[in-house]
């Protein structure tokens, strides 16, 4: 049995990555990214099962490594500002720093494979943005809300103002890079929405 050579493993990964990207689901197939990869066929079936199995390991590694990513320096503990504040710096570093890999994971969720890859999303954050929310609620910063209200105001227009600045444009079409002063100044507007 041939050993894994980790160097393969991480190629494979990013052009996997970019591939499915590029070409989608459908198009995506392990002969093309033995291609890409400059490596033979017979060398992916070393590492995946199949191409299900390669979109939902390597679908499942990127979500976790971002999660992680998006809790660095996160204290579940911290005032409600603070703890916001933190969020959106870590999401947005992250997701701007890997636009390919938030293409990948925006396309896992409206795919047959978002429910597997996603229970890691939930994994990773339920404990510490529930603990988070908790303390914020119990310190009267802001009003009881479901966790899907609580997101869409929290993070919507952060998320949007990221596929905006990856996609060159803006919603009316004229060209489009994110700033620190508008991305501060929609944190504000998000700040004092939620806030009491």
Not at 45 to 55: A, E, H, M, R, S
Not at 105 to 110: G, N
């Amino acid at each position: 049995m041939r050993v894994r050579d980790v160097n393969k493993v991480e190629l494979v990964k990013q052009k996997a990555i970019e591939l499915l990207v590029e070409l989608g689901f459908e198009g995506f197939t392990m002969n093309k990214l033995a291609k890409a990869c400059k490596i033979s066929v017979a060398t992916l079936y070393i590492y995946y099962q199949d191409k299900d199995d390669l979109i939902l390991k390597i679908g499942m590694e990127e979500v976790t490594r971002m999660s992680n990513v998006m809790l660095e320096d996160f204290d579940p503990e911290c005032s409600f500002a603070e703890g916001l504040r933190q969020q959106w710096k870590n999401r947005s570093k992250c997701m701007l720093d890997n636009p390919v890999s938030v293409q990948m994971i925006e396309q896992l969720r409206s795919s047959t494979y978002q429910e597997k890859v996603f229970e890691v999303f939930g994994d990773t954050f339920k404990v510490p943005l529930g603990k988070f929310m908790e303390n914020a609620v119990k310190r009267g910063e802001i009003d009881p809300l479901p966790l899907e209200s609580y997101w869409s105001v929290a993070f919507g227009p952060l998320y949007s103002l990221i596929r905006f600045h990856n996609e060159g444009r803006s919603l009316s079409g004229k060209p489009f890079v994110l700033t620190d002063e508008v991305l501060w100044k929609a944190f504000d507007l998000v700040l004092k929405g939620l806030s009491k």
